[in-house]
């Protein structure tokens, strides 16, 4: 028996000459594209620049200067393809969008999916937005304008409003006519959804079905229903989550009463895991959302405010320090060592709390299973902490010649990594249990507890331990 092969809108190969063997984008190719903007030859770019692939010219306008961007746009004309807009960062786009007359902006989107067209258009300022709108066909703007309603990052501003939707009553062959004479359909689909007179869900058929099913079958004999319509208000995330659970391909939106409204297909959920994965690790990073390509200014600004909350968990252990100047002085070593036992308290929370973040955000931690989690983190930072408190405990008695030395850094070392691993867990579960982004604030708020306790730790053990 022959093997068959189901290719789905496969995206074409990389080009050759476009990428080196570390896939980057070639620095020859670079260098030609920018001297044929430099020298204004549009043909050169159209026959160049034209074939590429949207992600591939993505890279390209990543990789060009803010005027040279402008300038390819320009000399590229309708052969630009304003799909790539959606695989650069928001600086990019909208340096690339606010330059066009708006009038330029509503003819691009009129060739773009919806969804595509919304990503494009929620980032854009007010004013602008309702000009491109006017500009647009009745219907078109309605799409748009009812997808910008929802919620950011909900499923109804990722959905595409493109679908194929047919009554139950209709034929397989019915439906396959359809299909082939009606213009309007999204380019790529693999499900057709089944609606009332009133646009109701009421099923799905799957494409291969419909295609291993005799014409006169009626499409209500091969429906199955869509257990697992997705609200237009689900957020982003958790839409995804539900499509990644179930290994769908693509998954109905519907709105409040239940009225099928759009589809969520899986490069949207790609898409979407992708975005929520940087968001999370630059939040943890206290750099909110910033880009690679904003300005000096703009990234100073973002990163700013959880500096200066730094700055004054800082000043919280100092103050702590400060409480034991007498006994760092009588012993220099204390002040050597206690950097080590503050910095391995932080390194060890901010594993504990990296995975507990990740894991709330998948949803794989919840209220069932943390006490199970806390208990194992526990026991992580107990054995860990006694482990790295002999290694510890060995340097310091050698290095300064002084066994109780070694000793009450060791006993120190134990106590800070069991409150790093309790700090690492608890702290993303006290913040997510009352609606803050664990992913945001969890490290700043983590560091401050290992510090704390391992200087107080330390340096309390010692006053105490050589005044007896």
């Known amino acids: 028996m022959a093997d068959t092969q189901h290719v789905l809108d496969a995206p074409p190969e990389p080009r050759v000459g476009i990428y080196d063997e570390d896939g980057y984008l070639a620095e020859d190719f670079l260098d030609r594209v920018k001297e044929a903007i430099a020298a204004e030859d549009a043909a050169f770019l159209r026959e160049t620049i034209g074939p590429l692939h949207e992600s591939e010219l993505g890279d390209v306008l990543r990789n060009l200067g803010h005027d040279e961007r402008q300038a390819l746009v320009r000399l590229m004309g309708e052969e630009f393809d304003y799909t790539a807009l959606t695989e650069v960062d928001e600086a990019i786009r909208l340096s690339i969008v606010d330059a066009m007359p708006n009038e330029q902006v509503a003819e ?4 773009l999916d919806s969804d595509d067209a919304v990503y494009i258009l929620e980032d854009m300022e007010e004013e602008d937005r309702k000009e491109i709108l006017a500009k647009l066909p ?3 703007r309605l799409r748009l304008r ?7 990052e909900s499923a109804g501003r990722r959905m595409q409003t493109e679908f194929v939707a047919v009554p139950p009553y209709w034929t397989v062959g019915q439906t396959i006519d359809y299909m082939r004479d009606e213009e309007d359909l999204p380019e790529s689909f693999a499900q057709i959804f089944v609606v009332d007179p009133t646009f109701k869900l009421l099923g799905a058929v799957d494409l291969d079905r419909i295609l291993r099913t005799r014409r006169p079958a009626k499409i209500e004999e091969i429906m199955h229903e869509t257990r697992h319509a997705i609200p237009a208000e689900t957020d982003q995330e958790e839409a995804a989550q539900i499509i990644e659970q179930y290994d769908l391909l693509s ?3 519907v709105d409040e009463t239940e009225r099928l409204v759009g589809v969520l297909t899986i490069d949207d959920v790609i898409d979407i895991v992708q975005q929520e994965a940087e968001e999370d690790i630059r939040r943890m990073g206290g750099v909110g959302d910033e880009e690679i390509s904003d300005t000096v ?7 700013f405010l959880w500096l200066l909350v730094n700055l004054a968990t800082a000043i919280l252990a100092s103050l702590v320090i400060g409480l034991f100047d007498a006994s760092i002085q009588q012993m220099v070593a204390l002040a050597v060592l206690m950097p080590i036992v503050a910095s391995m308290g932080g390194n060890a929370g901010t594993q504990t709390m ?5 894991a709330l955000a998948s949803r794989d931690l919840d209220i069932y299973n943390a006490g199970r989690i806390v208990r194992r983190e526990v026991m992580i930072g107990l054995l860990n902490g006694a482990l790295f408190a002999i290694v510890i405990g060995i340097v310091a008695a050698v290095w300064f010649s002084s066994v109780s030395l070694g000793e009450v850094i060791a006993i120190a070392m134990i106590f800070n990594m069991l409150a790093a691993a309790l700090a690492g867990i608890l702290i993303p579960l006290v913040l997510d249990h009352f609606g ?3 992913a945001i604030a969890s490290g700043t708020f983590v560091t401050t507890v290992t510090d704390v306790v391992g200087f107080f730790a330390f340096l309390g053990l010692a006053s ?5």
Request: glycine content about 0%; aromatic content about 14%.
């Open 108 to 111: 691009a989107l009129r060739e």
């Open 138 to 140: 009745f219907r078109e």
């Open 146 to 152: 009812r997808s910008l309603e929802y919620p950011e």
């Open 251 to 253: 998954a109905a939106v």
């Open 297 to 303: 200014v703009t990234a100073a600004r973002s990163r």
């Open 354 to 358: 990296t995975v507990t973040v990740r």
């Open 436 to 438: 803050a982004d664990p």
């Open 464 to 468: 105490w331990w050589f005044s007896i």
